[in-house]
């Protein structure tokens, strides 16, 4: 069964680009220009990694994977930012991201993280 990789990201851009180098991969992608799209369609979808942004209108990663544990996901996370930030950093992997990227990353730092979230 194939795995599904959601990418959230409010730059349309960067969605594109995440979402080629996943599909190259041989993943499933479902791509997301908020958080809040993300979660309107969680109950009706499998997502098994999700690759999000950190600052983004409305909820930012973090709130949405505040959000996921509340509701009891415990889909894998992994943060991206043009923003880099020590206590942002620390936020994110307190709530359980598996990963803290800025941006521009290397593509084989990424991949590396999603291979490790969907072992």
């Known amino acids: 069964m ?3 990789v959601a990418i959230v990201d409010d730059d349309a851009s960067v969605r594109d680009a995440t ?3 996943v599909r190259s991969l041989g993943l499933a992608v479902r791509s997301f220009a908020s958080a809040e799209d993300l979660l309107a369609v969680l109950p009706t979808v499998s997502i098994d990694c999700v690759i999000t942004d950190v600052q983004m209108g409305g909820l930012g990663g973090v709130e949405l994977t505040a959000a996921l544990r509340c509701s009891g996901r415990t889909i894998p996370v992994i943060f991206i930012t043009a923003f880099p930030d020590e206590h942002v950093r620390a ?3 307190a709530v359980g991201g598996i990963g803290f990227l800025c941006k521009p990353f290397e593509s084989r730092t990424l991949i590396g ?5 969907l072992s």
């Open 19 to 21: 979402q080629n180098l």
């Open 2 to 4: 194939t795995k599904t």
């Open 91 to 93: 936020r994110a992997l």
């Open 113 to 117: 993280l999603i291979e490790r979230a």
